[in-house]
């Protein structure tokens, strides 16, 4: 054999186990990405389900740490709990109030504070949170209500229950 020849069978030797290599890890999912799970899990409730246009409304959140370890988060309230708070009426939109609007086409921001807790592993933590200004719950109809928390730990997306709120005259 030539050493042109065994070039060309070293190289075609290790396009191969290239290929073989390549399928095997396409063919895999990474374990930490199936296994990843919130590192608490949230509950939302209110104690009126029908409420008059015009009301405040208070929606009752729980936060369980359901990891053995302690857990730090944030709370705030303004642009951020726009954010963590989401509302739709029964056709699936957002009812936005101007100040909603404004910040979600940024023409405008909340100023808010944020402050951090911790939660001990099976601890629950409850708040009284209040439907943010950037909602207009001004009219009549059935809306639902979810809450999200990104989980800085596992890096996910926690979400509540759905509760439904109906808004009479």
Known sequence: ???RSNLLLVSM???ALGIALATSIQGQSSPVAQNVQPMFSITISTPHDVIKAGTNVFVKVALTNTSKH???LNS?????EMQDIVIRDDQGNSPLSKIGRDIAAGRDWLVGSEHSFTIEP???VTERVGVPSTYDLSQPGKYTM???KRDPYSKTVVKSNTITLTVTP
């Not at 705030?76 to 951020?80: A, D, K």
């Open 122 to 124: 099976g601890k629950t």
């Open 13 to 15: 030797t290790l396009g």
């Open 70 to 72: 302690q857990i730090r």
């Open 1 to 3: 054999m030539t050493v």
């Open 146 to 148: 979810q809450v999200q």
């Open 76 to 80: 705030s309230n303004g642009t951020q």
